[in-house]
C-alpha cells in the first residue's frame, strides 16, 4: 500500500513508518490515535498537519483497510504520543506539540 498512498506527505510517513505494524495491532492502531488526537505535527519546513477526534479514527480506519472511523474514535488518551510513535515519525522528519490550553 505504501507507494501508492493517496495522503499527505504526513499520511504516508505514517503508513510507511507504522501502516504494517497498525494492520497487526489493535493495540498500535490505539496509540496512534492518541498520538493525532489534538496534537499538531510539524514536518522539516514547519508544515503543520492535525487531525480532529474523528479524523484520526478515519486515517487509522483507512490505512489498516478495516472498519471506520468509529472503530477507532477515543480509543485512547488524547493528547498522547509514544516514544513509539514519537521516534519513528522524527525518523520521517516529523515533531509533534501538544495544543495550547485555552
Not at 78 to 93: H, N, P
Amino acid at each position: 500500500m505504501s507507494e501508492d498512498f493517496p495522503g499527505t506527505a504526513f499520511e504516508k510517513a505514517l503508513e510507511d513508518a507504522l501502516g504494517a505494524k497498525m494492520r497487526l495491532s489493535d493495540e498500535l492502531c490505539r496509540e496512534v490515535w492518541s498520538a493525532l488526537a489534538n496534537i499538531k505535527w510539524f514536518d522539516k519546513d514547519n508544515r503543520e498537519m492535525s487531525y480532529t477526534f474523528r479524523g484520526a479514527g478515519g486515517l487509522i480506519a483507512y490505512i489498516i483497510d478495516r472498519g471506520n472511523y468509529l472503530d477507532w474514535y477515543c480509543s485512547g488518551p488524547y493528547e498522547t504520543v509514544s516514544k513509539q510513535i514519537e521516534d519513528a515519525m522524527k525518523e520521517r522528519g516529523w515533531r509533534w506539540e501538544k495544543w495550547p490550553d485555552d
